[in-house]
């Protein structure tokens, strides 16, 4: 199973919107993608679940979406916070876990 | 609040084979025997790879791995202990990572808790 591909990097000033692609074979984007923060030296954050679901607690600045084989993550009103690697991945057929390559979110 | 709590890592020398353990505590929801139990890792500098995981024995209780650590690897559970293992034989240098335990509350198509991670270093 291949990685899902992502940009390597996006960057926005404070209070702008951004986007963070997820790519795969047709077969690799279900209705399950999920997305995940990484903060330096922490462990992953589930930000987004089931292609748009927000988990309890997470900010309504975050929203996921999807279409064709492509998922994409909206980060709005860009906080000093929000500066950190996000991952996207898949839950396959096959009951496995396939990440995407990451994307580091710079706040300028 | 579900915890999970990582331990065994270390320097090993390539070749050699390592335990990691990963006591669970706080399954109110549903009792940890019900959890599909993953392991994530992540190499320095690098993405998340996902290890493996074990079906709760309700399930089946198969394991399902990645193609570089299949055959290799061996995920195993405890329930008694609340406790999931990862059995890493015949480690490579490409195995260091920082090794994640990890389980998804609402569902198994996400992982929506995580360890602290625990650091494997294969070196000589």
């Known amino acids: 199973q291949s990685a899902l591909t992502q940009p390597a990097s996006v960057s926005g000033s404070p209070g702008q919107s951004i986007t963070v692609s997820c790519t795969g074979a047709?077969?690799?984007?279900?209705?399950?993608v999920s997305w995940y923060q990484q903060h330096p030296g922490k462990a992953p954050k589930l930000m987004i679940s089931?292609?748009?679901h927000r988990p309890s607690g997470i900010s309504d600045r975050f929203s996921g979406s999807k279409s064709g084989n492509t998922a994409s993550l909206a980060i709005s009103g860009l906080q000093a916070d929000d500066e950190a690697d996000y991952y996207c991945?898949?839950?396959?057929?096959?009951?496995?876990?396939?990440f995407g390559t990451g994307t580091k979110v710079t706040v300028l | 609040e579900v915890q999970l709590v990582e331990s065994g890592g270390a320097l090993v020398k390539p070749g050699g084979s390592l335990r990691l353990s990963c006591a669970a505590s706080?399954?109110?929801?549903?009792?940890?025997?019900?959890?599909?139990m993953s392991w994530v890792r992540q190499a320095p500098g690098k993405g998340l790879e996902w290890v493996g995981r074990?079906?709760?024995?309700?399930?089946?209780?198969?394991?399902d791995y990645a193609a570089p650590v299949k055959g290799r690897f061996a995920i195993s559970r405890d329930d008694s202990e609340n406790t999931v293992f990862l059995q890493m034989n015949s480690l490579k240098a490409e195995d260091t990572a920082v090794y994640y335990c990890?389980?998804?509350?609402?569902?198994?198509?996400?992982?929506?808790?995580w360890g602290q991670g625990t650091l494997v270093t294969v070196s000589s």
């Open positions: 047709s077969s690799d984007v279900g209705s399950y």
């Open positions: 089931d292609v748009s």
């Open positions: 991945s898949s839950y396959t057929n096959s009951g496995t876990h396939v």
């Open positions: 990890t389980t998804g509350i609402v569902g198994a198509a996400t992982l929506d808790s």
């Open positions: 706080g399954f109110t929801r549903n009792p940890f025997s019900y959890a599909w």
């Open positions: 074990i079906k709760s024995k309700s399930d089946g209780g198969k394991t």
